[in-house]
């Protein structure tokens, strides 16, 4: 009815925000410690990013370059950037690389976010353009991308090598990438071709050897030793295994029971029943064909004793003994059997069938190998080797990054390129789009689009490079319409990128930039802490 | 003697004087009750205090300073002006905490606990921050514990930021006008005449649109947009409040939300969340059993799945020999053999057991080809219960009198990274699920508040489907007919009357305050506006002016106003009534340090 009037009488107030002291105080606090977080785990960005050294509380050290871990074991307290680490926390959930890099936009968008508070802007406004700045960037993002079949296989290598190049262990990259690759293919199932459970992948970790002797093993490994007593086995050829969930020593019951002994003779009797009782049982177990035996471990009773251990090498039977209730699922996948739960069901269709059982050692310690698996499972385990516990553990976090990228791939089949092509891009393009929005919204648009440039620069910057040389000529080459070219970390210039082999998952870099964003505006519009209970 | 039978008359005289506080006191130390003593004596101008009992005194003189001391050790009391006070006072500082977060440009607070783990939560939901504040003022404590904001949360689940608002407000303005020499009762008089002409004013103004499907239907979406726009969701508003009319349209009526089941699930983004048909259960399908059932019998039950033990403490079994120890494992087997049987007698084919199935029954029911689901959670099997139409069973003895329930498929689907169990075509078509994704558990938390409060008052919407305009719109109706009132009343409550006009308006006020506006210029345009007949006029908040709510789609719910309305009206007045505040003495803690 008044629309006229409403829109000439819109005061110069609209959009304007007056706060009081204290909101501003906890806002700027906010940011700040975010911030400081963001900085710390800012040098580790890119493949020449540098590691940080954490000791933890109980003394451990850990030597990490994976941004989630990092801020994992930060403990921080300050609740904004608590926050900072669940971004990462979340990126690593979703996909499971890029996890400093969601965290450096994150603190590069909060220093434009400081900057466009202290203009005036209300900080709903900031965070409603911000989200349209996110969205639009997806958008481009997907612009981008080039679909990727997943039987091209040289692309999905290129891009957990991407991943891998980051990491301590980016010399193993030919390895560690193709490894990567096989794996994740060997567990999708072609009726559900976009879903990859992560938990079908095994990874083992033993000590000793390099990380060159890291290998995928089609079939199963044990990080345990072959149970057995002098004489026992420690190979088996042709393998009948089964899976029991019952134990081979003497009955127990769940009652508590006591055996009466009155005189000497009833102490025979009871040692040789004790002894009838499991060579029953081990006699019914070599009936139906069985030769290798996985028992699960059992807190009430032991799983074998020495007795039964006697026999059942007697018995030519291989033995694993203590195998943990939550890996029988996968074990039961892999060997394509089902667990038994007694002995009266022992049967041969429950058995499981490979070529090869056998123990081996590996550096100091020895494992058990399960391999020529009859209707394996489509599932694959990871045998991963490390000098010492620091290179061992960052090498399976590392494995897991390039787990999860090709997990990306296998969901969203798109790849981009990488060396900070894509954040330059969406910075043009932002830019561009800023211009002709109107009012504030442009304003903040703009700032979106500085924010992402900061990608590139720490890039440039850790690589010991001028960052506002290469920042400016990348700028430029990307005016000129190459929307591919990248920083080369390795060459120390501009080049184009893809040809370069450095791509990474369309996922990685759309969900690093919502999540960024979606982190930012929850920490814009906080305006008190409040302590509670 | 003389003392005591001096001090014991003088009790006597005491409580005399002020029987009934006495009776409410309860002295038990000594040197209190002489100090009772000395205070009756100064009372009552008696002069035959004894030197011996003066020496007593002297001995506990430092009782003679603070009259609090009248309580015991710790306890306080507060009278009068200054009881009053702390109150108004108490009750505005709560008022003012949660003002920030009202309106769609609301800011959030961080609640950062200070128990173990220190966990954070980022929220705009009032009633979230009013529960976990700790509060020390008792005034304060009646706005977020008593009534107010916790039974706003329950029965109509959203306003509770605007009750607290308004009764700050009313408090402010009660305030003034006790200063102003007006006895609170009268006040009281005022606010509840106020409060009841607001409502009519409401009334008069509701639409009801129950006849019209299709009007119905766009008014809670309407609704569920108003709610959500003040939340986290606001960005996805459209996506969620259809999720969340889906959702209460499929109850049919019943404001039972349990049937709607929650599942947070970290990762994606919010925008990804979706209503699922069903039932989810997030556990895992027992090995070697099948992974879908279709026409599924489901036999949901709470029971132990190993031997049945002797529940006496040392009983046990005494055997000879190690076979009959064999036998008796035997038979426990065959105890759980049995057990299991008779389960499958019951003609199912899913099992879900609150408690472990062990991997001995686990095993047996993969050999029947049931599907067995071991560990649900308490929640979760009496929802299945609930929604698949069966009961939870706990003997099996006979299969007839056990409800089954039932369902058409159930089936493992995966969200994110988990795998969970849905079930699907549930015998209760009601029931359904909403999934909710998010960057992190904080999203997660704020979203699962913020369609808790959208689902309650959509489901309070379909039984009462009457519907107001938001924006400040209700609040601008209400003040003008209170204004009125105001001018028709004779007498000192016109004072009281007025001022509740003036609290009503302070909502619009706070609404354009949080969004950066100019405030007193819109609250004048908008009641401008109101002067004229039939006007539809409230804050647009995202234009920054004064705009049409019926064309802009802002609705709120009538009941939801209406508790904001009579609530807050409640909560002053019983601040108001309040003249002395005694607080009593911690109980001690023995273990403390």
Redo the contacts between chains.
Sequence with gaps: ??APA??Q???S??????DNKR?EDVRQA?ITAARAVADAVRTSLGPKGMDKMISTASGEVIITNDGATILNQMGV?Q??A??LV??S??QD??AGDGTTTVVVIAGALLKQCLLLLSSGI???VIS?SL?KASVKAVDVLTAMAVPVELSDRESLVKSASTSLNSKVVSQYSTLLAPLAVDAVLSVVDPAKPD?V??RDIKIVKKLGGTVDDTEMVKGLVFDKKVSHASGGLTRMENAKIAVI??QIS?????????????DYT?MD??LK??R??ILGMIKKIKATGCNVLLI?KSILRDAVTDLSLHYLAKAKILVVKDVERDD??FI?KTLNC?????IE?FKEEKMGYADLVEEVSVGEGKIVKITGIRDMGRTATVLVRGSNQLVLDEADRSLHDALCVIRCLVNKQFLIAGGGAPEIELSRQLGAWAKVLHGMEGYCVRSFAEALEVIPYTLAENAGLNPITIVTELRNRHAQGEINAGINVRKGQITNILEENVVQPLLVST?AI??AT??VR?IL????????? | IYVLSDFLRGQHLFSHLFSSRVSALSFRSTPLRFYLFLVKAELIGWQHIDFGFEWRCTSISHFGMAIERILKDDASEEKGERARMASFVGAMAIAD?VK?TLG??G?????????RG?T?T?T?DGAT?LK???IDNPAAKVLVELDISKVQDDEVGDGTTSVVVLAGELLREAEKLVASKIHPMTIIAGFRMAAECAREALLKKVVDNKANEEKFKTDLMKIAKTTLSSK?LS?DKEHFAKLAVDAVLRLKGSTNLESIQIIKK?????KDSFLDEGFILDK?IG??QPKRIENANILVANTAM??D??KIY??????????K??D??AA??QKMREKVDKILAHGINCFVNRQLI???P???F??AGVLAIEHADFDGIERLALVTGGEIASTFDNPESVKLGHCKLIEEI?I??D?LIKFSGVEMGQACTVVLR??????LDEAERSLHDALCVLSQTVNDSRVLFGGGWPEMVMAKAVDELARTTPGKRSHAIEAFSRALVAIPTTIADN????SA?LVA?LRA?HNKEDSNAGIDVI??????MSELGISEAFKVKQAVLLSATEAAEMILRVDEIITCAPRRREDRM
């Design positions: 009815m008044a409403v829109s009488l819109r005061s107030k609209t959009e304007s925000y007056v909101k906010n307290l609740p904004a608590k926050m669940e971004l926390k979340s959930t979703t209300h900080p709903t409603d989200h879903l459970d992560l969930q019952f003497p009955p127990k019951t769940d009652i508590e029971q006591s055996i009466v002994v009155s009833q009797r009871i029943e004790e009838n009782y699960q029988i699922e039961t089902l667990p038994i739960a007694n069901h969900s919502t999540l979606e982190c929850m519009k906080i305006d008190d802490i409040v302590t509670v209970r | 905490l920030t769609p440009k800011m959030d607070k961080i609640l950062q606990s200070t128990g220190q954070v980022v705009n921050i976990s504040l700790h986290i960005q970290p990762g994606g983004s919010l895992k090995i070697g190993d031997t033990k002797v040392g009983a046990r079994v005494r055997v000879d020999s190690m076979a120890v064999a008796i494992e426990e087997k062990y991997n001995f686990e095993e047996l993969a050999n995966m994110g990274e795998k998010g960057a992190s558990h904080h999203v969004a950066g506006l100019d210029e345009r506006e234009s920054g002016s004064v705009g049409n």
